[in-house]
């Protein structure tokens, strides 16, 4: 199977600022991938590269195997704030979408507007928050892409509509074996739904992975204080806080650290999210670098 | 058919959740041999998590032996734990005992997190002498 | 593509045909009348030395009725590619941009490059025909007044006549697109827009239009006779023009030159002409006529007006491709 994003050095620079450097990565197929950062760390930009809005700077870019480039059938992206005409209404937005989208599955597209209870005659720009994302999502998976890709999409979103957003993007997953990259900045939005993640913290890759093998080789060592070089080989720090009698240090390690004198605890996904971007350095969250 | 759900708290990782709850069922008899458990779609659309652990904690169960899938037509209960009618008729006498004990505890002074702690250290040390024996 | 354009546009395109319907209703009734005074007044078969004809007509045909019509469809005209670069130009992708909206539609499975050709295509082609529509009605409906006027020729009724006008109007959307894209701010673009097709308005018939044709010059000697304004300052210069030597035409420059070939300014005799003449205005005009002077003018005949017009739209048509292309090619490239 190809994979659905690879990367090479990718860079985006907005004139002088750095919006994402040297991004090599690659996502394989069937996933739904979380992009986790702080507000600016460049997952806008990473998304718009792949979908084809964006032409890097520098670096390359496959997506499902060719450069991508807007208006292809295999992507969907459903973009921040989720936009959408505010003066057509539901039903235009269906129209319009089976006019542009030689892929278009009515039937599904329908569907999914009756079980939401939407009003095929309300004016888009009438709609809540929530509706206004499902349409966004519907119009996207109804052109059937082969990658769905989504920008922050239930940021602005209140708990129950965020959690029916997600039921609809999952079972269309599950039913269809779409591969999905989403984007947040919180990690507990992902955290049920992906099983594939990406931390992205001043406009760059600080980790990524199957959740279950980040889950497996990260943990928390707590001990008498001492140097961490001193852990050995095969285990990176990724992050070290000390007090004058104790060191609790966040590692990845495939092997299991079996020196007696640490106490090991394993982490949860936002734990390990925030210890890479502590790694990071704080300062990197009052960049602003995101292009909307 | 049985409905899941998720405790986000709890820290048990989702697929063990969903585990422990068919194991749940199957063993208070909820779940019979031949019954068919939620599709893939069907849960995701109902606890919002990824496909890709729900197939994975179906993987397990078949591994376990408990469930087989059926291509086109869903995974069903090959076998249950409820342990037949003669496991059933011992559930009475030991929790009759097992009252009894929580009553000498209250009067002892142990409250319900004392106890709670105190019956999972218990089970605890007790799974993990039998498991060493065993292994 | 085409439904989605239409479906985003159908209520500014009705409120045009509304418009174009009104003006051209509103001509036609009135028309029959206008015509036939036309024909009665004599003016209309009239072919030299038509200018008390002309003068009685417009007397006879300046109904206040007929007076506003004439001026609304005029200005009808030269508003209509500034009301189409601000309202259908200027926000057709600015407003998409602001909104995000760019995002939702470049993500169906439609190229950029057929998306901005559909819009251009579709709302310049409905442009082009309301001004052509809207233009022909009111050609046609003034043509009597502007023969009993200065005639269409003349800088102030060339841009609202005749064919040209689907070239401002298209020029007109196109400017606004491009700018709206840039500027990626529907106010702001609005306002620039405007200013830009005014610009051209001024520019094309003051500083373009001469150079498209060439003009007719004509040198003849100065007849006293037919002064039309002379001004005596204290220091005994002068200026003094003859009237045109043919009516309906454009008049670029009519100078009156002294024997040297140079502009005439005097100095003249005060006690011929002037405040302290004794002779009055005769012997002021025959002293003149004594002076050996030319009268030397530039003009576009009124006979140059369709070859005029047809070049100018190609002008204007050119530059409207040019911008078109550049529209294309901005969203294909730089926006995201």
Same mark, same amino acid.
């Given at each position: 199977m190809t994979d659905a994003v690879t990367t090479t050095g990718l860079t985006k620079r907005y004139g002088r600022r750095t919006a994402l450097s040297d991004c090599t990565l690659n996502i394989p197929a069937g996933h739904v991938v979380g992009l986790v950062g702080p507000n600016g760390a460049g997952k806008s930009t990473l998304l718009q590269l792949t979908c084809g809005l964006l032409a890097p700077t520098e670096g390359r870019i496959e997506v499902l195997g060719h450069t991508p480039h807007t208006g292809s059938p295999r992507l969907g992206f459903v973009a921040q704030d989720t936009p959408v005409y505010g003066n057509l209404t539901v039903a235009d937005h269906l129209r319009f979408g089976a006019h542009l989208n030689p892929g278009w599955d009515k039937a599904l597209a329908q569907r999914r507007i009756a079980e939401l209870g939407l009003d095929p005659s309300q004016r888009a720009g009438k709609l809540s928050g929530g509706q206004r994302a499902q349409l966004a999502l519907t119009l996207a998976i109804a052109k059937r892409p082969e990658l769905l890709l989504l920008d922050e999409p239930v940021a602005a979103l209140d708990p129950l509509a965020r959690r029916e957003f997600l039921q609809g993007l999952m079972s269309y997953a599950a039913e269809n074996g779409t591969s999905v990259v989403m984007s947040s900045h919180l990690v507990a939005d992902l955290e049920r739904v992906c099983d594939y993640l990406i931390v992205l913290v001043a406009s760059r890759v600080r980790v990524h992975g199957d959740v279950d093998e980040l889950l497996g080789t990260h943990h928390r060592l707590t001990g008498p204080r001492r140097d961490p070089d001193t852990l050995g080989p095969g285990r990176e720090v990724v992050q070290a806080s000390h007090t004058d009698v104790q060191s609790t240090l966040v590692v990845r390690s495939t092997a299991p650290v079996d020196d007696p004198s640490w106490t090991s605890d394993r982490l949860d996904l936002e734990d390990i999210v925030l210890a890479y971007m502590a790694q990071a350095g704080t300062h990197g969250r009052d960049r602003v670098l995101e292009k909307r | 058919m049985i409905e899941f759900h998720l405790d986000a708290r709890s820290g048990v990782a989702p697929y063990l959740q969903l585990i422990q709850q068919v194991r749940h069922a199957l063993r208070l008899g909820m779940l019979k041999e031949g019954d068919r458990l939620p599709t893939v779609k069907d849960v995701v659309a109902r606890v919002a998590i990824n496909p890709n652990t729900v197939l994975k904690a179906y993987r397990e169960l078949e591994y376990e032996g408990l469930v087989q899938p059926r291509p086109g037509l869903g995974t069903f209960v090959t076998r249950t734990l409820a342990g037949g009618d003669e496991a059933i008729a011992a559930h009475e006498p030991l929790r009759r005992e097992l009252t009894d004990w929580l009553g000498r505890a209250r009067a002892a002074g142990l409250d319900d997190e004392d106890v709670e702690a105190l019956l999972i250290s218990t089970f605890r040390e007790f799974s993990e002498e039998r498991a060493g024996r065993r292994g | 593509m085409i439904w989605l354009t239409w479906r985003q546009f159908r209520v500014q395109a009705w409120v045009a045909a509304v418009f174009a319907v009104a003006i051209a209703a509103a001509l036609a009734a009135t028309a029959p009348h206008l015509f036939d005074l036309y024909q009665s007044s004599g003016l209309a078969d009239c072919t030299s030395n038509c200018g008390d004809l002309a003068d009685t007509f417009v007397i006879q045909a300046g109904t206040r009725l007929n007076t506003i019509l004439y001026g609304v469809g005029t200005a009808a005209l030269l508003l209509m590619p500034a009301l189409v670069g601000i309202f259908? !130009? %200027? #926000?057709?992708?600015a407003r998409e941009l602001e909104t995000g909206t760019h995002r939702l539609v470049w993500n169906q499975t439609v190229s950029r490059r057929r998306w901005i050709l559909t819009k251009l295509i579709g709302i310049g082609l409905t442009t082009a025909v309301t001004a052509a529509v809207v233009s022909a009605v009111v050609t046609w409906w003034a043509a009597p007044l502007d023969d009993g006027r200065a005639g269409r020729i003349s800088p102030e009724l060339f841009s609202a006549r005749g064919v040209v006008p689907i070239g401002y109007a298209a020029l007109g959307f196109a400017a606004g697109v491009l700018i709206g894209m840039l500027l990626r701010r529907s106010i702001a673009a609005m306002a620039v827009t405007l200013l830009a097709i005014v610009l051209v308005q001024v520019a094309v018939p003051f500083f373009v239009r001469e150079h498209l044709t060439t003009p007719v010059s004509s040198s003849t000697p100065f007849d006293p006779e037919n002064i039309a304004s002379l001004g005596i300052s204290e220091d005994n210069t002068i200026t003094v023009h003859a009237a045109s030597p043919v009516e309906d035409a454009w008049e670029l420059s009519n100078v009156t030159l002294g024997p040297d070939g140079e502009e005439f300014e005097g100095p003249i005799d005060p006690a011929k002409c !002037? #405040?302290? %003449? %004794? !002779?009055g205005k005769r012997e002021c005009d025959r002293y003149l006529g004594t002076l050996n002077l030319t009268q030397k003018s530039t003009y576009i005949p009124a006979d140059r007006f369709w070859s005029l017009q047809w070049r100018e739209l190609g002008l204007l048509l050119s530059v409207t491709a040019l911008l078109g292309l550049a529209s294309v090619w901005w969203i294909s490239r730089k926006v995201a």
């Amino acid at each position: 199977m190809t994979d659905a994003v690879t990367t090479t050095g990718l860079t985006k620079r907005y004139g002088r600022r750095t919006a994402l450097s040297d991004c090599t990565l690659n996502i394989p197929a069937g996933h739904v991938v979380g992009l986790v950062g702080p507000n600016g760390a460049g997952k806008s930009t990473l998304l718009q590269l792949t979908c084809g809005l964006l032409a890097p700077t520098e670096g390359r870019i496959e997506v499902l195997g060719h450069t991508p480039h807007t208006g292809s059938p295999r992507l969907g992206f459903v973009a921040q704030d989720t936009p959408v005409y505010g003066n057509l209404t539901v039903a235009d937005h269906l129209r319009f979408g089976a006019h542009l989208n030689p892929g278009w599955d009515k039937a599904l597209a329908q569907r999914r507007i009756a079980e939401l209870g939407l009003d095929p005659s309300q004016r888009a720009g009438k709609l809540s928050g929530g509706q206004r994302a499902q349409l966004a999502l519907t119009l996207a998976i109804a052109k059937r892409p082969e990658l769905l890709l989504l920008d922050e999409p239930v940021a602005a979103l209140d708990p129950l509509a965020r959690r029916e957003f997600l039921q609809g993007l999952m079972s269309y997953a599950a039913e269809n074996g779409t591969s999905v990259v989403m984007s947040s900045h919180l990690v507990a939005d992902l955290e049920r739904v992906c099983d594939y993640l990406i931390v992205l913290v001043a406009s760059r890759v600080r980790v990524h992975g199957d959740v279950d093998e980040l889950l497996g080789t990260h943990h928390r060592l707590t001990g008498p204080r001492r140097d961490p070089d001193t852990l050995g080989p095969g285990r990176e720090v990724v992050q070290a806080s000390h007090t004058d009698v104790q060191s609790t240090l966040v590692v990845r390690s495939t092997a299991p650290v079996d020196d007696p004198s640490w106490t090991s605890d394993r982490l949860d996904l936002e734990d390990i999210v925030l210890a890479y971007m502590a790694q990071a350095g704080t300062h990197g969250r009052d960049r602003v670098l995101e292009k909307r | 058919m049985i409905e899941f759900h998720l405790d986000a708290r709890s820290g048990v990782a989702p697929y063990l959740q969903l585990i422990q709850q068919v194991r749940h069922a199957l063993r208070l008899g909820m779940l019979k041999e031949g019954d068919r458990l939620p599709t893939v779609k069907d849960v995701v659309a109902r606890v919002a998590i990824n496909p890709n652990t729900v197939l994975k904690a179906y993987r397990e169960l078949e591994y376990e032996g408990l469930v087989q899938p059926r291509p086109g037509l869903g995974t069903f209960v090959t076998r249950t734990l409820a342990g037949g009618d003669e496991a059933i008729a011992a559930h009475e006498p030991l929790r009759r005992e097992l009252t009894d004990w929580l009553g000498r505890a209250r009067a002892a002074g142990l409250d319900d997190e004392d106890v709670e702690a105190l019956l999972i250290s218990t089970f605890r040390e007790f799974s993990e002498e039998r498991a060493g024996r065993r292994g | 593509m085409i439904w989605l354009t239409w479906r985003q546009f159908r209520v500014q395109a009705w409120v045009a045909a509304v418009f174009a319907v009104a003006i051209a209703a509103a001509l036609a009734a009135t028309a029959p009348h206008l015509f036939d005074l036309y024909q009665s007044s004599g003016l209309a078969d009239c072919t030299s030395n038509c200018g008390d004809l002309a003068d009685t007509f417009v007397i006879q045909a300046g109904t206040r009725l007929n007076t506003i019509l004439y001026g609304v469809g005029t200005a009808a005209l030269l508003l209509m590619p500034a009301l189409v670069g601000i309202f259908w !130009g %200027a #926000p057709m992708v600015a407003r998409e941009l602001e909104t995000g909206t760019h995002r939702l539609v470049w993500n169906q499975t439609v190229s950029r490059r057929r998306w901005i050709l559909t819009k251009l295509i579709g709302i310049g082609l409905t442009t082009a025909v309301t001004a052509a529509v809207v233009s022909a009605v009111v050609t046609w409906w003034a043509a009597p007044l502007d023969d009993g006027r200065a005639g269409r020729i003349s800088p102030e009724l060339f841009s609202a006549r005749g064919v040209v006008p689907i070239g401002y109007a298209a020029l007109g959307f196109a400017a606004g697109v491009l700018i709206g894209m840039l500027l990626r701010r529907s106010i702001a673009a609005m306002a620039v827009t405007l200013l830009a097709i005014v610009l051209v308005q001024v520019a094309v018939p003051f500083f373009v239009r001469e150079h498209l044709t060439t003009p007719v010059s004509s040198s003849t000697p100065f007849d006293p006779e037919n002064i039309a304004s002379l001004g005596i300052s204290e220091d005994n210069t002068i200026t003094v023009h003859a009237a045109s030597p043919v009516e309906d035409a454009w008049e670029l420059s009519n100078v009156t030159l002294g024997p040297d070939g140079e502009e005439f300014e005097g100095p003249i005799d005060p006690a011929k002409c !002037g #405040p302290d %003449a %004794a !002779g009055g205005k005769r012997e002021c005009d025959r002293y003149l006529g004594t002076l050996n002077l030319t009268q030397k003018s530039t003009y576009i005949p009124a006979d140059r007006f369709w070859s005029l017009q047809w070049r100018e739209l190609g002008l204007l048509l050119s530059v409207t491709a040019l911008l078109g292309l550049a529209s294309v090619w901005w969203i294909s490239r730089k926006v995201a």
